[in-house]
């Protein structure tokens, strides 16, 4: 045992490292396979406690960068999105005592299930799919426009296992040729469509973005000098937009630490930009609601201010950070509400709404909402031709972690075929076509105003016409699996799949 958690330990740190934003995304082809071989010959008992030593490895060197948002909160998530890889290692070895060949098939299926599950309830953190560790590698995920992320990491896991396969087989050669070309052709396969997908260059669009990378850092951000430290800096660097012709200027997520709306003083200054330079801009804010004497409820919002109207189109955030923004369920068990783990007290948006400019429009998605693939579709069918990230990754520090949030961006433009803008306070802001492409990117913890135009789209890709059909049968498969191996007396199913 002690052998094999050096072992799995190994396969938890590689797989971190192929993660953005090392370039390193070859390693994730192999280095699950290592935990795969620690699995061998192990108890239930034993294999869901080597999963759960891999999750909880893999998600701190992954994930270390929520430490700087919130240190209890950091515990209580790695506690339990680490249970996820140690159910899978119950379930992969609980069929492989029954059937070997059944547990290579649950394998892949299991994990690629897992991954759009977690994006279904309060205890979602859809962070570390396999898929986005080729975001640098833009020929292979183009078929994203098909199968979305969960496509490219299915691909990947089923690589895994059937290499694993191929060098722990001790059937004949030419079943074993068999294994390692399919695991050799499949990405080939991805790549070779992506090739061929990907035009030589995207054209130049006429719609003008100025994303404001205020660089407000938290030391001085939620002070009481902060507030208008911020309003000044935007508002400052909203006129150098202004001076090179941008339609929409793009403000990030709560760069007014303040109720901006419920201040009508400093909402006349933005307003009075707005019209007099006739741009458009689009900012985050904190946002409240009486629903009470004395009780409110609290948002993580976004708000358009367009030219020469007094209507400001409010959203507010819907999918909300788990052990950060909200405890989850604490809307439903009153006593989870007592909790203090550091966390903001939001409420989820009951909305999703779509902005227009003129005849163009568009729909944001605040920070983590940008990790839900299937919620940044439901925004393109509602009409969206392109996409706004804003976000303040300020909060993981100089981690990791602002880059690996980053690169989700790029799969979500080509998972829907629509261009998108994403602006950071600290960074990393940037612009990303509609096939993956980025410009403009920004370093981490700069100021800087990033200037670029943009060709808005109407999602045509099938993954936005048809949602999550690859993950729904995968978990399909897998109930199938595990139902037919309970079922059946390990004897007889034995003699009929070995």
Request: some cysteine; glycine content about 6%.
């Amino acid at each position: 045992m002690k052998n094999k958690i050096y072992l799995v330990s190994l396969s938890a740190l590689l797989t971190a490292i192929a993660f953005p934003p090392y370039k390193t995304g070859f390693i994730i082809y192999f280095s699950p396979i290592l935990l795969l071989i620690a699995l061998e010959n192990l108890s239930l008992r034993k294999a869901f406690i080597i999963g759960y030593i891999w999750g909880l490895i893999f998600n701190f060197a992954a994930l270390y960068g929520v430490f700087w948002a919130t240190i209890p909160g950091t515990f209580g998530m790695l506690a339990i999105i680490s249970l996820i890889p140690a159910i899978n290692c119950l379930l992969y070895a609980f069929i492989s005592g029954r059937s070997k060949s059944l547990s290579y098939i649950i394998w892949p299926l299991i994990w690629v299930s897992w991954d759009y599950l977690r994006t279904l309830t309060e205890l979602n953190f859809p962070w570390t799919d396999y898929g986005y560790t080729q975001s640098y590698y833009l020929p292979i995920i183009q078929p994203a426009e098909i199968f979305g992320v969960i496509g490219v990491s299915l691909m990947i896991h089923i690589v895994n296992i059937l290499l694993y396969a191929f060098v722990k087989s001790n059937r004949l050669p030419k079943q074993c040729l068999v294994m390692l070309g399919t695991a050799l052709v499949l990405p080939l396969i991805f790549l070779v469509y992506g090739w061929l997908r990907l035009p030589s260059e995207s054209g130049e669009g006429a719609f003008r973005i100025a994303l404001l990378q205020g660089n407000i850092t938290r030391d001085l951000k939620w002070k009481d000098e902060g507030a208008q430290f911020s309003l000044d800096t935007y508002i400052e660097m909203t006129h150098q937009a202004d001076s090179i012709g941008a339609d929409l200027v793009i403000w990030p997520e709560t760069a007014t630490p303040f109720y901006l709306l419920h201040e009508p003083k400093r909402l006349k200054k933005v307003k009075d930009i707005v019209d007099s330079a006739n741009i458009s801009i689009f900012s985050g804010t904190p946002q409240y609601e009486m629903v009470g004497f004395h009780e409110y409820i609290y948002f993580n919002g976004a708000f358009l201010i367009s030219p020469q109207t007094d209507t400001i189109l409010v959203y507010e955030k819907i999918k909300l950070v788990p052990m950060s923004e909200h405890i989850p369920f604490s809307g439903r068990f009153k006593k989870l509400r007592e909790i203090r783990l550091g966390q903001a007290d939001f409420s989820s948006g009951r909305k999703m709404t779509i902005f227009t400019i003129d005849t163009t429009r568009f729909a944001a998605v605040i920070c983590f909402e940008s990790a839900f693939p299937g919620f940044c579709a439901e925004f393109c069918r509602m009409g969206a031709q392109f996409l706004i990230v804003i976000t303040n990754d300020m909060w993981f520090g100089p981690s990791s972690m602002p880059y690996q949030h980053a690169r989700m961006s790029v799969l979500r433009a080509i998972e829907n075929r629509v261009p998108l803008a994403r602006c950071a306070n600290t960074g990393i802001s940037m612009f990303i076509d509609r096939w993956g492409r980025v410009t403009g990117q920004t370093n981490t913890f700069e100021k800087k105003l990033v200037y670029g135009s943009i060709r808005p789209e109407t999602s045509t890709s099938i993954y936005n016409s048809y949602g999550d059909f690859l993950p729904k049968g995968c978990i399909a498969g897998t109930v199938l699996i595990i139902l037919a191996v309970a079922f059946f007396k390990r004897k007889k199913y034995n003699e009929w799949h070995d």
